[in-house]
């Protein structure tokens, strides 16, 4: 079945960096843009970024614009967000979630999520 | 930027009875060229990633109950659970993805919970 699951997660202190990761099986992952979205504890979701299917274009949040970074490694089926400069208000569950449309140049909705992976920025 | 505001934040129903939710849009998410609105509801429950329930405003994604409608256009959404069941009790968001044409950031409403009276 299709399945995202996400790691890397952990605690760091302001200033300090974390690489996530999401491992994609069930799809053709090379075939789907994949989005990062985020949601603080008690708040509700706030998309991050997005990369295209073939990771050809990356999109982003002005509030992580230029500390994050999204790539991918379709020969492993493999997300990443790269977080730079990280602070408190970084602090949420971030997901990995599939696009809905194969082979596109352009970003719609989320058909699947992973679980998240929990992110804490805190000294 | 879109945003998108939902309302209420919460509301209490009755098992049996509806529920309705509404999104409205900073501007319209109604595409011209293909004259689809660009609006999706997610469903959270507690502890649990979203779920996708309805996407182009009013398609309900494969293995949603139909007891889940979506409806409207241009810049007012709304979301009705018709028959509020026990596991209906989670938040749900809108999001936009109009924003893809030009491009600037997918939005999501604050959400809005709903709980059994």
């Not at chain 1, 989005?35 to 999109?59: C, T």
């Not at chain 1, 509030?63 to 490694?73: A, E, H, L, N």
């Not at chain 1, 990443?80 to 140049?105: G, I």
């Not at chain 2, 329930?53 to 494969?62: G, K, Q």
Request: include cysteine; aromatic fraction near 12%; charge should be positive.
């Amino acid at each position: 079945q299709v399945q995202l699951v996400e790691s890397g997660g952990g605690v760091v202190q302001p200033g300090g960096s974390l690489r996530l990761s999401c491992a994609a099986s069930g799809f053709t992952f090379s075939s789907y843009g994949m989005h990062w979205v985020r949601q603080a504890p008690g708040k509700g979701l706030e998309w991050v970024a997005f990369i295209r299917y073939d990771g050809s274009n990356k999109y982003y949040a002005d509030s992580v614009k230029g500390r994050f970074t999204i790539s991918r490694d379709n020969s492993k089926n493999t997300l990443y967000l790269q977080m730079n400069s990280l602070r408190a208000e970084d602090t949420a569950v971030y997901y990995c979630a599939k696009d809905c449309a194969p082979v596109s140049l352009y970003y719609y909705y989320m058909d699947v999520w992973g679980k998240g992976t929990t992110v804490t920025v805190s000294s | 930027d879109i945003v998108m505001t939902q309302s209420p934040d919460s509301l209490a129903v009755s098992l049996g009875e509806r529920a309705t939710i509404n999104c409205k849009s900073s501007q319209s998410v109604l595409y011209s060229s293909n004259n689809k609105n660009y609006l999706a509801w997610y469903q959270q429950k507690p502890g649990q990633p979203p779920k996708l329930l309805i996407y182009w405003a009013s398609t309900r994604e494969s293995g949603v109950p139909d007891r889940f409608s979506g409806s409207g256009s241009g810049t007012d959404f709304t979301l009705t659970i018709s028959s509020l069941q026990a596991e209906d009790v989670a938040v749900y968001y809108c999001q936009q993805y109009y924003s893809t044409h030009t491009p600037s950031p997918l939005t999501f409403g604050q959400g809005t919970k709903v709980e059994i009276k």
